[in-house]
């Protein structure tokens, strides 16, 4: 016997399909350079987007992907012009990773994007304590996943 209603299991799918395409459509509408990366390329962005130098071995660790994605990623985001590869001075068979002034630039549109969507987010909630419900639920959800 299934604990969970196949409607409610309906609902939350197409709920959580919606919301994704909503969010898409949200970016591709206020940020063409944001539509085109995907969110591996902006995640290695924000990483190494304070300005200190990464290694490969500290962004895999981060983000738990495989070598070849990763290398995947950072050609592609090296080709754009969003970061650079650095010799390590320690190691000279490794290098490490910084964002360009392109890459500073782009991680700070999509913290403007993100920070608009979340406002977004809260303004569908008529009191404080549903939006207070709303983070806790989803931070479950997130650390649970």
């Known amino acids: 016997m299934n ?3 196949d409607n409610d299991i309906r609902i939350i799918n197409q709920s959580m399909h919606n919301l ?10 206020n940020s063409e350079e944001l539509a ?3 969110p591996i390329d902006l ?6 987007g304070n300005g ?10 981060t983000l738990l992907v495989s070598g ?5 990623a950072i050609n592609r985001l090296e080709k754009k012009g969003f970061l650079k590869r650095l010799i390590n001075d320690e190691d000279k068979r490794s ?3 910084q964002v360009t002034e392109k890459g500073v630039s782009i991680n700070e549109n999509h913290e403007k994007v993100d920070r608009n969507i979340a406002i977004k987010i809260l303004n569908c909630f008529e009191n404080e304590d549903m939006k207070v419900e709303m983070i806790s ?3 479950k959800i997130s650390d649970e996943f």
């Open 36 to 38: 085109k990366l995907n």
């Open 52 to 61: 200190r130098v990464r290694t490969i071995k500290e962004i895999k660790k």
């Open 20 to 29: 994704l395409k909503k969010i898409h459509d949200y970016i591709n509408y």
């Open 137 to 139: 639920i989803l931070k």
């Open 43 to 48: 995640q290695i962005l924000e990483i190494i």
């Open 68 to 72: 070849s994605t990763l290398t995947s």
């Open 95 to 97: 290098y490490g990773l």
């Open 3 to 5: 604990k969970y209603n």
